[in-house]
T-cell receptor, first 113, second 113 residues
């Protein structure tokens, strides 16, 4: 079993829909949780960054972390065709290996106009 | 430059050939990382440099993989005697420090025939 599990989709929604993306993890040492967006033939770019449990909102994006359930989510409101991309969750711990990101497989999202 | 650059963007190699992949990090970024992203998977950590020192090479799949950053700036990932299973996108990322945000390059897509 991988340390980070993410449903690869694909997920197809109409423009304006609310999108929910999720990851589960098994390593309780993870303290920092990130969502990256990766367009085709591009490198990942950081969308959201959360420390420990709680919610964080940035425009149309909301990240949630529930450490007790080892479950993280990304919500996209009023989705746009430009949101079509692969969304990767990533996490890291603290201490000696705090630089090492562990990624999920990524979920391919298509927003249809 | 404005971001992390990688060259070549695409590389086709015959099985058994040696390849060298280059990464130019963001100027002033002390930390540099290499990741391997297989088709349909998330990036997986290969190795980490702080300046010219390679502090972690635990993710390198075999001794055919070698990375260097001799002057603490540009880095090269070398793969000797390439195998078909080496086919993947190789991503380079850099950051100000080991636990700061990692900025990714566009990747080099390696195909081994």
């Amino acid at each position: 079993q991988k340390e980070v599990e993410q449903d690869p989709g694909p997920l197809s929604v109409p423009e304006g829909a609310i999108v929910s993306l999720n990851c589960t993890y098994s390593n309780s040492a993870f303290q920092y949780f990130m969502w990256y967006r990766q367009y085709s033939r591009k490198g990942p770019e950081l969308l959201m960054y959360t420390y420990s449990s709680g919610n964080k909102e940035d425009g149309r994006f909301t990240a949630q972390v529930d450490k007790s359930s080892k479950y993280i989510s990304l919500f996209i409101r009023d989705s746009q065709p430009s949101d079509s991309a692969t969304y990767l969750c990533a996490m890291r711990g603290t201490g000696g290996s705090n630089y090492k990101l562990t990624f999920g497989k990524g979920t391919l999202l298509t927003v249809n106009p | 430059g404005a971001g992390v650059s990688q060259s070549p963007r695409y590389k086709v190699a015959k099985r058994g050939q040696d390849v060298a992949l280059r990464c130019d990090p963001i100027s002033g970024h002390v930390s540099l990382f290499w990741y391997q992203q297989a088709l349909g998977q998330g990036p997986e950590f290969l190795t980490y440099f702080q300046n010219e020192a390679q502090l972690d090479k635990s993710g390198l799949p075999s001794d055919r993989f070698f990375a260097e950053r001799p002057e603490g700036s540009v880095s090269t990932l070398k793969i000797q005697r390439t195998q078909q299973e080496d086919s993947a996108v190789y991503l380079c990322a850099s950051s100000l420090g080991r636990s700061n945000e990692q900025f990714f390059g566009p990747g080099t897509r390696l195909t081994v025939l």
